[in-house]
């Protein structure tokens, strides 16, 4: 995939606690923000969770210890109704719908919607019937690698590939799938290294607590930044205290928007806006004393000093040893 700019994905996650309203207000903080999309997650729970699977450390901090993972994602999923509603909600709001399946149905769901970008999360990437079936679409990916190691990266690639998906058309986000991650823990620069090993484009899926890591990845090369943001961390939910709120997402957007104005085309020369001050603060080669007519440059009567209009200290040795052709006072540009 080819981005002109970094694809900031405002990630909603299941932020909106099951509620379209709480979405809908979601969608416009994330427009508002600036951000290319917005990330919603698609699941039917009954095909996504045993009713005995426990929940991460993490739900139980957020969560409690209450209610099953089986009983506290249901509360959270959005039916087929509420996606088509949040697809065209984010048509009027020129910002691009996103969602990241949970279940084979749920990709299916998500095709029919006209979804043309597939976000595979971390926990998929080692569900082969599942990266099969968005491979065998032909769309474009953005897949997250958090847990994985490089081997599983490599297969994961490989039977979207396999199946149709041109390499070309994927993106792959180094990722932390702890939440809040520690920045001990975040390793940027394994997102070097998957760029290196596969040639495919990059980014970052942050789940640290502020905003410089997505900025850091953005001046090593990422091209996607995901960040998950809600509306108030203090809201009931398993993502909200990892999240930022609308104050931060704006600030992380601007943030990368300037750092991508800093990094420039790579090409070291003067820029636009310095060019004014060569002249102010760079150097000529100027009389140290009154020269006459004929008289012989040497280091002595000779100095650099500014302004730089006058001729390079650089061609010093060409102008020691000439003589003088005219008369000069002191400070004179020679």
Not at 132 to 160: F, H, P, W, Y
């Amino acid at each position: 995939m080819s981005y002109n700019k970094t694809f900031i994905i405002a990630e909603a996650g299941v932020n909106h606690n099951g509620s379209i309203d709480l979405a809908k207000q979601m969608i416009d903080v994330a427009a508002g923000a600036g951000s290319d999309a917005v990330k919603f997650q698609t699941f039917k729970t009954e095909n996504l969770v045993s009713k005995n699977a426990p929940k991460a450390d993490y739900q139980k901090v957020s969560t409690g210890n209450s209610e099953s993972q089986f009983e506290m994602i249901k509360k959270l999923e959005l039916d087929e109704n509420a996606h088509k509603i949040l697809f065209a909600y984010c048509l009027e709001k020129s910002i691009q719908f996103l969602s990241s399946p949970f279940d084979l149905a749920s990709i299916d769901l998500l095709n029919k919607l006209g979804m043309e970008v597939f976000k595979i999360p971390s926990g998929e990437i080692t569900n082969l019937p599942y990266l099969r079936k968005i491979g065998g679409l032909n769309k474009k990916v953005i897949m997250s690698t958090g847990m994985a190691d490089l081997k599983e990266v490599e297969d994961a690639l490989d039977v979207l590939t396999n199946v149709g998906t041109e390499l070309k058309n994927i993106t792959v986000l180094h990722c932390n799938t702890e939440y809040p991650t520690p920045m001990e823990d975040v390793n940027l620069r394994a997102m070097i290294t998957i760029a290196q090993a596969f040639g495919v484009c990059v980014g970052y899926s942050d789940h640290t607590l502020g905003i410089e890591t997505s900025i850091a990845a953005v001046a090593l090369g990422a091209q996607v930044i995901e960040k998950h943001f809600t509306l108030d961390k203090n809201m009931e939910g398993p993502d909200h205290e990892a999240s930022l709120e609308p104050d931060k997402l704006k600030n992380m957007v601007h943030a990368i928007r300037n750092i991508e104005k800093a990094l420039g085309i790579g090409i070291k020369k003067a820029s636009p806006s310095e060019l004014k001050n060569k002249s102010v603060v760079r150097k000529s080669i100027v009389a140290a004393c009154d020269i006459k007519k004929g008289e012989i440059f040497t280091e002595n009567n000779i100095i650099v000093k500014r302004p730089g209009t006058g001729i390079s200290p650089m061609r010093w040795d060409e102008i020691v040893g000439k003589p003088s052709t005219k008369d000069y006072r002191e400070d004179d540009l020679i």
